[in-house]
């Protein structure tokens, strides 16, 4: 078609809309319940407007519909925000097979695999998730890219790519191969000594277009490096990275089980602690003093745990080091929470099967936490955390049109999380039963 051709269409149209004065057309959502962060309430028979992708207006009470516009009756259910995990693996899932997969799996594989697990995080509610560790090149940098272009349905993505290491630290690729296969992994695999290659390390992982930075600064509970849970990054190295990241406008996440990891990653500066399974008193004062998020992914502990009590399914190592996390995490979340922690919904899924991320909710209620709270964390704490509360984790006019919706009320039964009927992400329905 010639330019001067689509150009007069395009004008025609214009003219034939404003001739007639249709208007683009609104969908109206009649909600019986709807969380309100700002006030902390559920607001009862309220009508959401949405225009394209955007929120354009919330009114008291049932408003009724122009011509062209679509309702869609949630009369019954309670309206919140698209829900936001801050911790997810959507490369991997821990599975018996999970130790040998790296060795048989092409970057293909793992890349058409991670698009079930996506879409399987979206139907659950979450909109929007933070990728923090790839386990092959960069493919949740690819996913995050294809679901924005409309290649892929999955929530919207923040990822860090592949975490960062130290040598021989928890995320060290190489760790356990045989001495020919361990090889030497530099800052482009994110194995770093010193602060230099920390810097090398987040300039390469901005290079490659992650949004985020992950810290792997204390052991895990599913690798087999050395050391246990004990501290691998030292103070000028975690310095390095927060710095660095800062000056390319990322946030940086830590790893981290036990009390010198932590403390010296709220130091640093970092702004979300994962884990924090065995923070003690000092650990716990290091993280309020920098204002450190902390996001605990109970689900994984829990679901370890469970794991851990089946022989066969984990290495022996891995077995013993799990044993208690399930019943320590309760005893930490608890007292974050009482002693003010700024407590941010995160999951680590994949290490637990994609798609039941929602089940922290009501392990986050169980330690303690109110469920306004635990609501609260996956909405508007998750968005200040990712730095996007002009966007997103409220519903108000202006922002991305991202909601969920539950049958009930979940204040009252926090299990109803777990069976989301109503799916919206940036103005589309995902789900709708
Ligand atoms: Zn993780």
């Given at each position: 078609m010639s330019r001067f051709l689509l150009i007069t269409l395009l004008?025609?149209?214009?003219?034939?809309?404003?001739?007639?004065?249709?208007?683009?057309?609104?969908?109206?959502?009649?909600?019986?319940?709807?969380?309100?962060?700002?006030?902390?309430?559920?607001?009862?028979?309220?009508?959401?407007?949405?225009?394209?992708?955007?929120?354009?207006?919330?009114?008291?009470?049932?408003?009724?519909?122009?011509?062209?516009?679509?309702?869609?009756?949630?009369?019954?259910?309670?309206?919140?925000?698209?829900?936001?995990?801050?911790?997810?693996?959507?490369?991997?899932?821990?599975?018996?097979?999970?130790?040998?997969?790296?060795?048989?799996?092409?970057?293909?594989?793992?890349?058409?695999?991670?698009?079930?697990?996506?879409?399987?995080?979206?139907?659950?509610?979450?909109?929007?998730?933070?990728?923090?560790?790839?386990?092959?090149?960069?493919?949740?940098i690819a996913l995050r890219d294809a679901i924005k272009t409309g290649y892929v349905i999955g929530p919207r993505i923040y990822t860090a790519g592949k975490g960062l290491a130290t040598l021989g630290g928890l995320a060290d690729p190489s760790n356990g191969l045989r001495l020919e296969f361990m090889g030497e992994p530099d800052f482009v695999e994110g194995v770093i000594n010193g602060p230099i290659e920390a810097r090398r390390a987040v300039r390469q992982r901005f290079k490659e277009g992650a949004d985020v930075i992950k810290l792997n600064v204390t052991g895990g509970s599913i690798n087999q490096g050395r050391g246990g849970f004990g501290s691998q990054w030292m103070q000028d190295e975690l310095d390095a990275v927060v710095e660095t990241a800062k000056e390319y406008g990322m946030s940086v996440a830590a790893h981290a089980h036990t009390p010198v990891g932590i403390a010296r990653s709220a130091k640093a500066g970092v702004d979300s602690i994962e884990h924090g399974t065995y923070m003690d008193d000092d650990a716990l004062k290091a993280m309020k003093k920098y204002n450190t998020a902390y996001v605990p992914t109970m689900s994984a502990m829990k679901w370890i745990t469970e794991k851990a009590k089946e022989k066969g399914d984990l290495p022996a190592e891995v077995r013993a080091k799990s044993e208690n996390m399930g019943s320590q995490i309760d005893i930490t979340v608890n007292k974050a929470y009482k002693k003010g922690l700024r407590i941010v919904f995160g999951t680590d899924a994949g290490v637990y099967p994609h798609g039941i991320n929602a089940r922290e909710f009501e392990y986050m209620v169980n330690a303690g936490i109110p469920p306004m709270t635990a609501l609260l964390s996956a909405t508007i704490e998750t968005a200040k955390l990712l730095r996007i509360e002009d966007q997103l984790g409220s519903i108000e006019p202006g922002k991305l049109a991202d909601l969920v919706a539950v049958k009930g009320d979940p204040l009252q039964n926090i299990v109803l999380m777990q069976d989301v009927k109503f799916v919206m992400k940036d103005g589309v329905v995902y789900k709708q039963e």
């Open positions: 004008n025609s149209c214009l003219l034939i809309s404003s001739i007639t004065g249709l208007s683009a057309n609104e969908t109206i959502i009649h909600a019986g319940h709807m969380l309100d962060v700002n006030t902390k309430k559920m607001l009862t028979e309220v009508s959401v407007i949405i225009e394209k992708n955007k929120i354009i207006k919330v009114e008291q009470g049932y408003s009724s519909a122009g011509q062209n516009d679509v309702i869609i009756d949630l009369k019954d259910h309670t309206l919140m925000p698209g829900l936001m995990d801050m911790h997810v693996h959507l490369s991997t899932v821990l599975s018996p097979t999970f130790f040998m997969e790296k060795f048989v799996m092409d970057s293909a594989d793992y890349a058409f695999r991670s698009t079930k697990y996506a879409k399987d995080t979206l139907m659950a509610g979450f909109t929007t998730v933070r990728e923090l560790g790839d386990q092959d090149n960069n493919v949740t």
